[in-house]
DNA sequence: TTGAAAGCGTTACCAG
DNA sequence: CTGGTAACGCTTTCAA
């Protein structure tokens, strides 16, 4: 079933048909409407490939996340739902690639084939080679998170660093002076992943400013990791009386560890951290916490591209985000601390 | 950068270009290395567009799920992930289409403008359109999950009705005559999902055949919805000293629920059901559960789909699952019930 | 308002 | 072992 076929039974042309279809140069009413009763009744549809070889857009858009080696997080989750179903809303469908760098086979054919009209990158790190490639390139694309140049690209992003210092002042002001911090892997950190720098950066200087004693952790992306990461947190310091973390995974075992030290939260211990809500509500007590707005966000990097599709030339844009904390019931006023 | 301009540089034909690349003729070593090293210097790579149109194939699978207003779950994470590396290790790309419905834009897409070669569909439901369609059409496709009537489709599934009925009768060993299910929404029942189910089918004759009092719930997919859920179970029937679940997402909410209501897991009631396991590990305690093996349906089915997409004769196969319950803390035997 | 024909970049068949 | 050439199915320019 092609476009030679329908402009045969509806005695026209083939460029007759395609112009009809796209509506790119007036069609005589009446031919119009034979030509789409023709289309309907043969349910035709033109073919994505030839299409797209013809006109040089494949309106698809590929979203780069690294392999599941660290696992995925819910926040990583709510990302693709929203990407996929904004870009569905533009009529653009979602290539995967599971790419943690430039030299992925992965990632190679996204771009070197030509698979995809733009791309969306998350998990950005400071250095991030495949933005470096894209931007080399000129290739349309759009980061979620910033690289450590981030002037000239576009982004949408959270301001890590405001709000793991949101999250200290929050603590200092319910009284807390000894805090901890955990991070996300150690794996991560070295390949220099945004938000795990950004994070404990924002941490470290807030809590200087604020003239409290802190640590600070690598944590693993699994409930187990959380736990034995909690147990060396009072084990390094038992008079520690509140932590801030950016691992959503570990969420579970850090409150678990809190649970066996017989710490009872809020009473005797905070959390707090950023983490993307719905897991903030999953757990109990409910988490205080910088909420990610992970699927405004998938859906501000679609439209961001969708942008810069339409209008080469634009300048760049960007979305910093910084997201309030949302008061729940995981944090409170901090107790005598024990010695 | 196209084949005509490696095949000038290289002094042969187009042809023989493709032909050294593809190796299906046999080119003479000289010139092989000759085009090869051009390639390696220009970095050409063929137009998937224009390589897709020539042969009929995308060398792209399309993984089909429905959008996310029944929020996505952590399982759909997993087989996302899985499915995606799976096609990777094959090189064949994953296109993603949010489609509830036969009729969905996105779903038209795939398969008329032939997108993609074959696809995976998710949550699939007794009498599932989708299926039906790609079925009458012939159209290369498994499922993740069965229908009503599976016999000559290829699918991956979880024997969801052993999987309940596993769950009562370890409740039944440990001497609860009251338990609960918590079914997921009660619009995906209402839509025929399939695990929904075949789940409850499962819970209900097991439940009968040990003679055991049950109530039945559907939940929400958020922890809010668990809660309220329990506060329900408890209402209804204060007895009650176990539940059964299939709501991953509500099982935060549904031990916060009997946190406040002052029973505690599992001393005073016990909580099991079916979950993927890095989620039955976050929650304290950790949950007894029949672990669902997400990864290793995601991977089975891409190689389902490999094997018909390289064979489109080969017979239909199936993978029907019964992953064993693994004991962790949130079973114990029954108390003397409260009246 | 319409048609003819030239691409788009591959692959694969037919000759040599 | 290699080259020429006809598809593949669409879009778009050029002419009428």
């Not at 045969?8 to 409407?33: C, F, M, N, Q």
């Not at 030839?50 to 979203?63: K, M, P, Q, W």
Request: a negative charge; one cysteine or more.
């Amino acid at each position: 079933m092609n476009i030679g076929e329908i402009a045969r039974r509806a005695g026209v042309s083939r460029s007759t048909v395609s112009y009809a279809l796209s509506g790119k140069r007036p069609v005589s009413e009446d031919t119009r409407r034979k030509i789409q009763r023709i289309v309907d009744e043969l349910g035709y549809q033109p073919s994505a490939s030839a299409r797209a070889l013809a006109n040089g857009r494949t309106s698809t858009i590929g979203l780069v996340f690294p392999p599941a080696g660290n696992h995925y997080t819910g926040m990583q989750l709510d990302f693709i739902g929203s990407v996929v179903e904004a870009a569905a809303a533009h009529d653009y469908d979602v290539l995967l690639s599971p790419s943690g760098v430039d030299s992925d086979r992965s990632f190679q054919r996204l771009l070197g084939e030509r698979r995809v009209d733009g791309a969306i990158l998350m998990e950005i790190r400071l250095e991030d080679d495949r933005a470096d490639h894209l931007a080399a390139l000129g290739f349309p694309s759009v980061a979620i998170g910033r690289t450590a140049h981030p002037e000239d690209g576009w982004y949408v992003a959270l301001d890590h660093t405001a709000l793991a210092a949101a999250c200290v002042h929050h603590l200092a002001d319910l009284g807390h002076r000894r805090i901890a911090f955990v991070n996300r892997p150690e794996q991560l950190l070295r390949t220099g992943y945004e938000s795990a720098h950004r994070g404990l950066d924002g941490f470290t200087k807030a809590a200087a400013e604020r003239g409290l004693t802190v640590r600070t952790y690598c944590c693993g992306d699994d409930a187990a990791a959380g736990q034995a990461c909690l147990e060396q947190i009072l084990h390094d310091d038992p008079a520690t009386t509140a932590l801030v973390t950016l691992n959503e995974a570990a969420l579970g075992g850090l409150y678990r560890g809190l649970a066996h030290a017989g710490r009872h939260v809020p009473r005797d211990f905070s959390v707090t951290g950023v983490v993307a809500n719905r897991w903030a509500e999953t757990v109990t007590p409910q988490l205080t916490a910088a909420d990610v707005p992970a699927a405004e966000m998938g859906r501000l990097a679609v439209d961001l591209l969708v942008e810069r599709l339409d209008h080469s030339d634009a300048p760049p844009r960007q979305h910093l985000l910084t997201p309030p904390i949302s008061l729940r019931a995981s944090t409170g006023p901090a107790g005598v601390p024990q010695t």
